[in-house]
Nanobody, 115 residues
Framework: QVQLVESGGGLVQPGGSLRLSCAVS????????MSWFRQAPGNERAWVAS???????NYDASMNGRFMISRDNAKNTEYLQMNSLKPEDTAVYYC?????????WGQGTQVTVSS
C-alpha cells in the first residue's frame, strides 16, 4: 500500500524559510521520480518541482530559485526547502508519485506566509 506523509508546514513570516518532508512507503522509493505540488485557496493544484531517480531536478519557473527539492533514498523521504517565502506561497503542499501506472498523493501540509 503506497503511502505518502507530508510534514513541516506551518506559519512563517515573509522572507522566512521552511523545509517540508514527505515520508513514503509501499513502493521502491529509489526507483521513483517524485514531485511537489501546491494548491492555494480558490486555485487548482499546481506543479512546483520534481526530482528524478538520479537526482536531476526541475522547477516551475515562478519559484525563481527560492525552492530546492531533494531526496534521501536511505530514509525514503523527499524534501522541499523553501526560502525567501512570500505571502503568495501560501498553500497546501502535496507530494506526489506515479507508480505502477497510477498517481498517489499525500494528505498535504499547510504553509501560511503572513506577518
Amino acid at each position: 500500500q503506497v503511502q505518502l506523509v507530508e510534514s513541516g508546514g506551518g506559519l512563517v513570516q515573509p522572507g522566512g524559510s521552511l523545509r517540508l518532508s514527505c515520508a513514503v512507503s509501499g513502493f521502491t522509493f529509489s526507483s521513483a521520480s517524485m514531485s511537489w505540488f501546491r494548491q492555494a485557496p480558490g486555485n487548482e493544484r499546481a506543479w512546483v518541482a520534481s526530482i528524478t531517480t538520479t537526482g536531476s531536478t526541475n522547477y516551475d519557473a515562478s519559484m525563481n530559485g527560492r525552492f530546492m527539492i531533494s531526496r534521501d533514498n536511505a530514509k525514503n523521504t523527499e524534501y522541499l526547502q523553501m526560502n525567501s517565502l512570500k505571502p503568495e506561497d501560501t498553500a497546501v503542499y502535496y507530494c506526489n508519485v506515479r507508480w505502477a501506472g497510477r498517481g498517489y498523493w499525500g494528505q498535504g501540509t499547510q504553509v501560511t506566509v503572513s506577518s
